[in-house]
């Protein structure tokens, strides 16, 4: 079975704090994302890598970086942590082997971050 | 990708069928229509993925009608477990398999 681990899965940090949130993988996919979920808006993408080092933003970037330095981990990294950014993180990941079509993404358990 | 869209909610009783439809009038040619099943306190979990006609594994059936404007799920025999919310998404494989999530049916299984 694919397993999606995430480093924590409920944090609490204060606003201007520095956050990382990691994600690892043990199926050896190539694309890996981050989204974060908020009642009445569903999972919206915030970052998503295809390769090691390689990264490509989503909907909604601004206000976070990612670092991709192993194929197996994807780390979420909020700069300055605001209170805006109180949600619901969850990391996925995907096998490109699988063929054209092929949607299917393996998620975490999610972290769930308040920032005071 | 596609915009879709589906019922806020459902609402069912142990044992019957549940069929959630979702619409995507502006599927293009090459979108699939994919979709997923969220727990609270969990990630989404993909159920069932197809193009056209119909598409069935152990947890569900989908339908697609020949002009693929709309889609749906179908549940067979619902049990508490299969309270949840079901989300339904038409896209493009695009090497990268992004995804663009809407806000999903919430199904409440009662006994």
């Known amino acids: 079975d694919v397993k999606v681990t995430q480093s924590s899965r409920y944090l609490v940090k204060r606003t201007g704090e520095k956050v990382f949130l990691e994600c690892v993988q043990d199926m050896d996919h190539e694309n890996m994302f981050w989204y974060r979920q908020d009642p009445g808006l569903g999972l919206r993408l915030i970052y998503f890598?295809?390769?090691?080092?390689?990264?490509e933003k989503g909907d909604i970037p601004e206000g976070y970086s990612v670092s991709r330095e192993k194929k197996e981990r994807f780390s979420l990294i909020l700069e300055s942590a605001s209170t805006n950014q109180t949600s619901m993180y969850l990391c996925a990941s995907s096998s490109t082997a699988l063929g054209a079509g092929t949607y299917e993404q393996y998620f975490g358990p999610g972290t769930r971050l308040t920032v005071t | 990708l596609a915009k879709t869209t589906q019922p806020i909610s459902m609402d069912s009783y142990e044992g019957q069928e549940v069929n959630i439809t979702c619409s995507h009038n502006n599927i293009a040619t090459n979108d699939y229509i994919t979709w997923y099943q969220q727990f609270p306190s969990q990630g989404p979990r993909f159920i069932i993925q197809?193009?056209?006609t119909k598409v069935t594994n152990e947890v569900a059936s989908l339908f697609i009608p020949a002009d693929r404007k709309s889609s749906t799920l179908s549940l067979p025999r619902v049990s508490l477990s299969d309270t949840a919310v079901y989300y339904c998404l038409a896209g493009e494989d695009t090497g990268f398999q992004k995804l663009v999530f809407g806000t999903g049916t919430r199904l409440l299984v009662s006994p």
């Open positions: 890598s295809y390769d090691v080092k390689m990264k």
């Open positions: 197809g193009y056209k």
